[in-house]
């Protein structure tokens, strides 16, 4: 029975079947024809789009069923570059003209089609260029007989746990579907994107799982303990049943604790909110249920999964937000605005081959260099801010004073321009993210111009560290509790305080039991938690004492590593967490 060690990234036990996912590496054949073959080669290369458009239909109706509408419309594209007359005409061509075989000739087309959509400035055009990418792996992956791991997600008949060595945000389209109960990857880590996808799915999920997809096969049974971080492989009856009690036990926690619903007050009455982080509208069901006080992060930039190929338009915005809005209760919502660029999604609307991408255009640099894209969702959230009137705006990645005022101003132009189209508007509470350290530094002069002020830890310690949160070389050195980081968080607290605005977090660290002490330790009052970890948060905060954690983490930061801080602060709280949470929750390594 092997077992695995890994990165829990999301709550909870799952179990079922493997279904092992390999990327297909695209290698394209070249070779001359002889003259005979040629007329062969020409019903080669129309037989394989006839079967690429089998399939496509076919995942169209089954996206349509399982998934909803609106994610198959990503196939009408794929179904309209299949037909594109130059496509095939122009491969034919060169398969009769220049005896080239199929894959080649198709490869040698696609290449210049590609090049040019790089080129042009439409970002709808540019777009494209990722799904001509998607149908010419199709039609290589068909001629060389291969088979789509899409088309395997969608077939599923029994509870299945996938099984790969990475996915991505887009994959959301195939994973968000009652038969897929966990998953397992090579690649990631705690803050990585996956992650966010595990908690925004609600399902068990382990990260950086070395070799796993080597030593499991299509069928074995395979536990993901996304707690701990344990993954077993074909277990025996024993460890199965052991897993399955606790499995029951865990649930039984988790709807104990969603009950205790209401306002969050720590014993020596300091009154906190408990937001929640969401992915998709979706799962404002799920953040009612839990008992989050409104929304702390919607990261808006999942919009593009429901619009692709196209960029979301003004009235896709307004759509989303508006459900969200009006399912919220009246708690507030904060959106972000788009934070696309470095490692994050869809890189045909960005600039290209950047050498640093995660130093380079992103979020709000991004947003500033295309005004366009910035604008449609301004001019969305001041008409979605006068109908519902718990809207509040998050501006990513804010470095400057410069790019903050630039955003205020744009803003204000969205607005004038509303109104002298005759439609109301209402201009939200406007927030700066705090995520870079000089904005930390900086925290004061930001806070003298906002409304609001949102940390995000998982950047914030990414750049104060120098640390690639998704690579797994020098994941060791990601850490929370390094004194530095802990520092420019607890300033940038004490900054909005001291200017009478309020403070929110909405990382990774929020969402952990000791982070949540740590932070309450700081100061902060306002937390922003992935929806399946609050009631967890909640009893947990609910039983602290405010001026405790504040002596304990005043304390700890005399110490000068990160681990020392860490162990500290663990010996302190550990009797709390234990006492409240329970020992099962909290205790890797106890089976």
Known sequence: ?????????????????????????????????????????????????????????????????????????????HLMILDDRKLGRETMRRIRDQRMNAEWALASVVERLMAAFRDVEDPYLRERSGDIADVHDRLQRILAGEENRHDRVLDLQEETIIVARTLSPSDALWLHQPLIVGFVTEEGGRTS???????????????????????????????????????????????????????????????????ERGPVTTRDGVELTIAANIEFPEEMETVRRVGAQGVGLYRSEFLFLTTAPRLPTEEDHLAAYRKIAESAGGYPVTIRTFDLGGEKYFHEVLEEREPNPVLGLRAVRFCLRRPEILRTQLRALLRVAAEAGNVRVLVPMITTLDEWRQVRRMVEDCRRELEGEGIATSPPPLGAMVEVPAAAMVAGALAAESDFLSIGTNDLIQYTLAVDRGNRSVAHLYDPWHPAVLELVRRTIEAGH????????????????????????????????????????????????????????????????????RRQLSAEFGELMEQVLGQALHHPGHR
């Open 498 to 565: 001291g200017r009478g605005i309020s403070v929110s977090l909405c990382g990774e660290l929020a969402s952990d039991p000791l982070g949540a002490l740590t932070l309450l330790g700081l100061g902060l009052e306002e937390f922003s938690c992935n929806p399946v970890v609050i009631p967890e948060i909640r009893t947990l905060l609910r039983a602290a004492e405010a001026r405790r954690a504040r002596a304990v983490v005043e304390k700890a930061l005399d110490l000068p590593t990160g681990e020392e801080i």
């Open 193 to 259: 994107h996956t992650a966010i996808l595990a908690n925004a799915l609600e399902i068990p999920a382990v990260l950086g799982v070395d070799g796993i997809t080597r030593e499991t096969r299509d069928g074995d049974v395979v536990v993901v303990d996304g707690s701990h971080g344990h993954v077993a492989v074909r277990p025996d009856e024993e460890t199965l049943a052991a897993y399955r009690e606790e499995r029951e036990e865990l649930q039984r926690i988790d709807l104990s604790l969603e009950s």
């Open 1 to 77: 029975m092997p077992e695995f060690r890994g990165i829990g990234v999301s709550h909870g036990i799952a179990i079922g079947r493997a279904l092992v996912l390999g990327r297909w590496e695209l290698k394209v054949p070249r070779y001359r024809l002889a003259e005979d073959e040629v007329r062969g080669e020409l019903r080669r290369f129309w037989a394989a789009r006839k079967r690429a458009r089998q399939e496509i239909q076919s995942l169209r109706e089954k996206a349509a069923s399982t998934l909803g509408e609106k994610y198959s419309a990503i196939f009408d594209a």
